[in-house]
C-alpha cells in the first residue's frame, strides 16, 4: 500500500517550528470565548433595549413632527402629587406625568402596580392623541428602601395582620 501525499513535504523538524505552547493556545482560546460573549452581549442588548422619552422630548417631537402623534412610545417620568384619579370602576386611571420641566395628562386602563402613588418614578407606553397620553402599560418603581406605613394605614386589618405573623 503505498500512502500519497497531496501536498508539499515538510520534514519533522520543520513542524516542530509551527507547534504552539500551551499556554499560547489557552490565550488564544479564551480570546475567543470572551470575544463571543461579548458580542453576543452586544447583539441583545441591541435587540431588546427600549428607550423611554420624557415629556419634554415627547412634546418636542411632536411639535416638530406632527405625525408623531399616533406612534407607539415610552415615557419615563415622575407622577405629581394629587394628580391621581381612579374611576369606580377600579380599573382606569388619569393623571398627570413630569420631567420637572413639563407635564403631560396620561389615562391608564388596568390594574395599577400596588406602588403606584404619588411622586412615583412611572414608564407609561402607549401614544399621544390631542393633548393626552393613552397609555395601555404602566410600569412604578419600587421603593429603594422600605420604611414603616404611614400613620393612616397603621390601622387597617392588613397592617395589623402582618405585625402579628
Not at 20 to 38: C, D, E, I, R
Amino acid at each position: 500500500m503505498t500512502i500519497v501525499h497531496a501536498g508539499p513535504y515538510i520534514p519533522r523538524e520543520k513542524l516542530q517550528e509551527f507547534e504552539m505552547k500551551p499556554k499560547t493556545t489557552f490565550m488564544l482560546g479564551g480570546v475567543v470565548v470572551l470575544g463571543s460573549a461579548a458580542w453576543l452581549m452586544t447583539t441583545s442588548i441591541r435587540e431588546t433595549g427600549e428607550y423611554y422619552l420624557t415629556p419634554t422630548e415627547l412634546s418636542t417631537r411632536i411639535k416638530a413632527d406632527p405625525s408623531f402623534t399616533g406612534a407607539d412610545v415610552r415615557i419615563g417620568a415622575r407622577v405629581v402629587p394629587g394628580s391621581i384619579n381612579r374611576a369606580p370602576s377600579g380599573r382606569e386611571y388619569a393623571f398627570r406625568i413630569t420631567d420637572g420641566t413639563d407635564t403631560m395628562s396620561v389615562v391608564y386602563k388596568g390594574i395599577a402596580p400596588d406602588t403606584f402613588t404619588d411622586s412615583a418614578d412611572v414608564v407609561v407606553a402607549g401614544f399621544a392623541t390631542d393633548g393626552t397620553f393613552r397609555a395601555g402599560t404602566l410600569l412604578a418603581k419600587c421603593a429603594s428602601r422600605y420604611e414603616n406605613a404611614p400613620p393612616k394605614y397603621q390601622n387597617t386589618a392588613g397592617y395589623k395582620a402582618s405585625k402579628r405573623a
